[in-house]
Structures are given as structure tokens and as C-alpha cells.
Nanobody
Framework: QVQLVESGGGLVQAGGSLRLSCAAS????????MGWFRQAPGKEREFVAA????????YYADSVKGRFTISRDNAKNTVYLRMNSLKPEDTAVYSC???????????????????WGQGTQVTVSS
């Protein structure tokens, strides 16, 4: 069982930056791939970024590539999402998720992930 708690969301102006954190419980954090997803009002949840357990491989949605960076600190059981050059369309509830295994084909599929946090709101004003 893995419990995930996100933090770091808030209100920011377009062009600004935020760093989200996701703290995980458990002793086997490094064995889990981690992902970030987001859901805007009235829209389906969508993949944002993912990182393998050893931190060496990352994946990004095209919409955030070059602006967002996912990273992890296995000593702190924490995964991060650094978001730069934020746009109003990035406004959403951002959730982190943990997957015991991560396919290079289905890393973007929410069904790959077994554990989810409650989410943190990110609002980008124009």
C-alpha cells in the first residue's frame, strides 16, 4: 500500500512557475514509477509526466514538454513537478500516482497506476 499526498499548488500568473511535490509513504518508493496527471473542469483526466523508479527515464505530454520537469528524490520518498512558463490552460487539479511497473507504451494510461493522491489545485490567471 502506498499513500500519496500532493502539495505546492496555488494561484499564479501566466508565465510564472510552481513546483508541486508528492510525498509517498512506504519503504519501497524507489520501486514505483511515478506519474503526474491533471484534470481541468469539465474535462477528462490527462497525463502530464512520468518517471521511472531510478529516475533515469522520464516521459512528458506534448503540451508540457519543454516547460515542465518531473524529478524524484528516493531518499525523501518524494516526486516533484516543476512547472515553468505556465499558461491559463494549465489550470487543473494535479494528482500524482504510483505504478509498480511502467510500460514504455502505456505510461500515459491512468489504468497503469495503482495508487493516487487527492490532488492539488493549480490556477493560472491570464
Amino acid at each position: 500500500q502506498v499513500q500519496l499526498v500532493e502539495s505546492g499548488g496555488g494561484l499564479v500568473q501566466a508565465g510564472g512557475s510552481l513546483r508541486l511535490s508528492c510525498a509517498a509513504s512506504g519503504r519501497t518508493f524507489s520501486s514505483y514509477a511515478m506519474g503526474w496527471f491533471r484534470q481541468a473542469p469539465g474535462k477528462e483526466r490527462e497525463f502530464v509526466a512520468a518517471i521511472r523508479g531510478n529516475g533515469r527515464t522520464t516521459y512528458y505530454a506534448d503540451s508540457v514538454k519543454g516547460r515542465f520537469t518531473i524529478s524524484r528524490d528516493n531518499a525523501k520518498n518524494t516526486v516533484y513537478l516543476r512547472m515553468n512558463s505556465l499558461k491559463p490552460e494549465d489550470t487543473a487539479v494535479y494528482s500524482c500516482a504510483a505504478a509498480p511497473t511502467l510500460s514504455s507504451t502505456y505510461y500515459y494510461n491512468e489504468n497503469t497506476y495503482s495508487y493516487w493522491g487527492q490532488g492539488t489545485q493549480v490556477t493560472v490567471s491570464s
